[in-house]
């Protein structure tokens, strides 16, 4: 069973940063788009950034300017740095491929105010 392997994560204060890490095996890293994704309590898991194999990148409206998804293709990873962080970012975050493999455990992220 393919599995990605997500870390990071933790407890911050409003206003500061985190990286989440996401390492693939290669057969997916090299092809398939690699996402972080996140649950809050009591809502629907989102979409927060994703990234291409050419590199390519989206993210959701709410992390717009704040959150900066990149890849390092030495290593299978996925990095998800996020920065100016808000109480609203709370969740737990996953990594996954378009959605296409069985979810991970995740990472939690916890922002205080």
């Known amino acids: 069973q393919v599995q990605l392997v997500e870390s990071g994560g933790g407890l911050v204060q409003a206003g500061g940063s985190l990286r989440l890490s996401c390492l693939a095996p290669?057969?997916?890293?090299?092809?398939?788009?690699l996402g972080w994704y996140r649950q809050a309590p009591g809502k629907q898991r989102e979409l927060v950034a994703q990234i291409n194999s050419g590199g390519y990148t989206n993210y959701a409206d709410s992390v717009k300017g704040r959150f900066t998804i990149s890849r390092d293709n030495a290593v299978n990873t996925v990095y998800l740095q996020m920065n100016s962080l808000k109480p609203e970012d709370t969740a737990v975050y996953y990594c996954?491929?378009?959605?296409?493999?069985?979810w991970g455990q995740g990472v939690q992220v916890t922002v205080s105010p």
């Open positions: 290669g057969s997916i890293f090299r092809i398939m788009p």
């Open positions: 996954n491929a378009a959605r296409t493999l069985p």
